[in-house]
């Protein structure tokens, strides 16, 4: 199979990528490498990926028309998946308007893709954070997901009511997902995970919102990926939802549009996570601890039961597991930089 996979050299399109090319498929991938962080990590990606005979990329923002355009230049995806966004829950605070031109406009112009490409399934990252200001734990598919406490949950909330009209008015099997804190190997410098190894590695402190009393439904990467690469082969069919005991199905009774949650519906205190690091490091961290930041949510679960209903996966790699595979790739990722 052919998929287009936009943001291709961040965390997740890489690690995505990677996958669908070690099963056969072929990808073509969208990214603009922006300054967000540091693009030498992104093309460090890229160079892993460029070994691969059916990987080829283009380079171009996702605010132009020409250059998502440009992008499928002979190649028709049967799969697109549009993961490329701007990021960040604080970030979202300080530079609004990146966020609006990033996930608004640029899903716009991706969904005028898919409408014009027609894709057999178009797949839509969405995240946590739309649940917001939800009470209730876990979260469901089926929760509302009106109150998003910053801007980028909002502008991502929006992104998946945008591929909804879009599915329904032009027929465009759509998935959307979202996502769990995700972590592991390559990823992104900006996230917890990531800045707890980096400073204690270094022996700087690190800083601990909430106090140290947050917890989250961390998702390891390769978990993640398996979890979008399974969803992309079962495409939603208007009016066709699964039927399985205790278990309600998103899917719209006006579209061929789902969403679904990605995670292992286990969450970890965030004491606990740096206590993992710690030991893998073999160094203890400085903590300065620091109230909840605005944007920020207590605590994080996902329902996953519609997930295992639909593609008999869940989310199960232990968090010291997975972190012992982070500490081992960042240290070896900076001993060769």
Known sequence: MKYFVTGVAGFIGFHLARRLLAAGHE?????????????????????????????????????????????????APDVMVHLAAQAGVR?????????????????????????????GHFMFSSTSSVYGGNEKLPYSESDPAHQPISLYAATKKAGEVMTHAYSHLFDIPTTCFRFFTVYGPWGRPDMAPFKFVERIER???????????????????????????????????????????????????VAPWRVVNI?????????????????????????????MQPGDVAQTWANAGLLKALTGFLPDTP??????????????YHSAT
């Open 319 to 332: 968090v010291d597991e997975g972190v012992e595979a982070l500490v081992k790739w960042y240290r070896e």
């Open 27 to 75: 990808v073509r991938g969208f990214d603009g490498l922006t300054q967000y962080y540091d693009p030498t990590l992104k093309r460090a990606r890229l160079a892993e990926l460029m070994v691969e005979p059916n990987f080829s990329w283009f380079e171009g923002m996702l605010e132009s028309k020409t250059d998502l355009e440009n992008s499928l230049d002979g190649f």
């Open 263 to 291: 995670a292992g519906g286990q969450p970890v205190g965030l004491l606990d996570f740096i206590e993992s690091i710690e030991s893998h490091l073999g160094k203890e961290a400085n903590k300065v601890f620091l109230p």
């Open 91 to 119: 970030y979202s605070i300080d530079s609004p308007e990146v966020y609006v031109d990033s996930n608004l406009v640029g899903t716009f112009n991706i969904l005028e893709l898919a409408r014009s490409a027609k894709p």
């Open 203 to 253: 022996g700087e402190p690190i800083e601990v919102y909430g106090e140290g009393k947050m917890s989250r439904d961390f998702t390891y990467i390769d978990d993640l990926v398996t979890g979008v690469e399974k969803l992309s082969t079962i495409v939603p069919q208007q009016g066709d939802p699964i039927e399985v005991p205790g278990i309600t199905d998103s899917l719209s009774t």
